[in-house]
């Protein structure tokens, strides 16, 4: 049977987003999805024109949608950007930039549909992280901390929200074959660039050698069918190494870091 809820996807143009909506349409969701371009129609997805790092869009797209649809079941936050280049390579402004594409996005979009889900003591909230939040990756700017700001934020919102009967879960991926582009810093410094060829080369082959993007999708469906779901949710391959971080001290986990990014050569 069609299960009829409304689901509001943001960055559902490309990758995992374009699977995940493509999916809940398949399965009867009423579903909505959102990219910075124009909008239409793509098959079964309504989409609507959204700028997470803008406060007026995130209204209108809202909006939008509750005119449109009347209510939204189930927010699925995935739109986001990857950056590259060392940390101190990367400027206090694109720091900011990678923060609010990565981590204020998300806050945006929650508190506007926040209202309407505590006016029907109904709602659902699944906030796209990533394993980088746990396992930073070497030159891959803020884009590491900015996730782990989004899965600390969405623990807090989970204790916060529990009463009014909304869920809150957040979905960590590791490396997928799927759609990526990551923005360089602008500047970059002659100490680092032997090193940051090197990571960054490993995080290449990690994407070209990355699992179906098609299983976080699928995870994101089963989010939503259940009836209590947890609070994080890790796929893909790497999701072991959480384990490995858990039960083993630094002096054997740093090494195997290094090691893995090729930073030592």
Known sequence: MPDGRVVLITGASLGIGKLTATLLATRGFTVFGTTRKASGRVDEVEMLQLDITSDKSVT?????VLQKAGRIDVLVNNAGQSYAGGLE??????????????FFGAVRMVN?????????????????????ATFPIPFGGYYGP????????????????????????????????????????ASSISDYDEIRQRAQLVDEESFDKGGDPQEVAETILKVIETTFPRLHYTVGKEKRYLLFKRILPDFIVEPQTRKHWRLDG
């Open 89 to 102: 390579e990367t400027s206090l402004e694109e720091a900011k930039a990678q923060f609010d594409s990565n």
């Open 112 to 132: 506007a549909v926040l209202p309407s889900m505590r006016k029907r003591r109904n709602g659902q909230i699944i906030n796209m992280a990533s394993l980088a």
């Open 146 to 185: 900015a996730k782990s700001a989004l899965i600390v934020y969405s623990e807090a919102l989970r204790q916060e929200l529990k009463n009014l009967g909304i869920k809150v879960s957040v979905i960590e991926p590791g490396f997928f074959n799927t759609h990526h582009s990551r923005i360089r810093a």
């Open 60 to 64: 209108v797209c809202v909006s939008n």
